[in-house]
């Protein structure tokens, strides 16, 4: 029987780039399971890889004995919980690359800089540049919220289904913390609307009264993730918007090219 095409590419890719081809496929197995909502089928991952049942069943194997992938009682395969401290370690190298993009961010719009991950139904903040002006935003590293209250939330949340969205709300909740807060699933889709329509996501005091947040998604990053500004309210203002957003975008696209790049030390600021 002749190789599947994507296993002759995969051999190819291999050849060119001096990879291992087994872990080249490891690697492609996983992130095939992630897309596939963390559980599959050998069966799923045979056809969505073109690779053969038993070089797939070979790989899960050393997979379940190193703890990242297991096998749950119905046959299928599940990601595994060694993954979660790579992902825990690899979140906190994400905002620390980061930081001299929001470093500029706070140079030349004076507001404090952050940014963000969606991890599960919450958002996280992975890293922070802190304004230099004694009225200022603080938001703690580590902290978590609820996506439909914050712009990061909105920018994070602006590219996915409308289903998806309903069936993440559902499992939160939508409480107010301010009385400007998004409660309802038709109010947050239809900001999210705005959202795509503008390019960009705006927190008008719905996470904290007096505090305005501009926030964009970083394209083709390799986990959801955004960037924003926040400030007090008297100095975000939709004068200071129209000259903030296409710093944002600006920033967001070169921290997505960092992102990508591939070798040691291609990125920089």
Known sequence: MPPSSDSTSAAAKSATTGGVQSLERAFDLLERMADAGGEVGLSELSSSSGLPLPTIHRLMRTLVASGY?????????ALGPRLIRLGESASRLLGTWARPYLARLVEETGETANMALLDGDEVVYVAQVPSRHSMRMFTEVGR??????????KALLADAADD?????????????????????????????????EAGYAVDDNEQ??????LAVSVPNSPTAAAISISGPAGRVTEAATEKIVPLLQEVAAELSVALASTGTGTGSA
Request: proline share 7%; charged share 25%; aromatic share 4%.
């Open 144 to 153: 978590r919220v609820l996506p439909h209250s914050t712009g990061v939330g």
């Open 164 to 196: 998806e969205v309903r069936a993440l709300l559902g499992r939160t909740g939508m409480p107010a913390a301010t009385e400007k807060t998004i409660t309802t699933p038709e109010g947050f889709l239809e900001a999210l609307e705005q959202v795509r």
């Open 208 to 213: 904290e009264i007096g505090v305005r947040c």
């Open 69 to 77: 992938v297991r096998q749950q009682p119905n046959r299928r395969y």
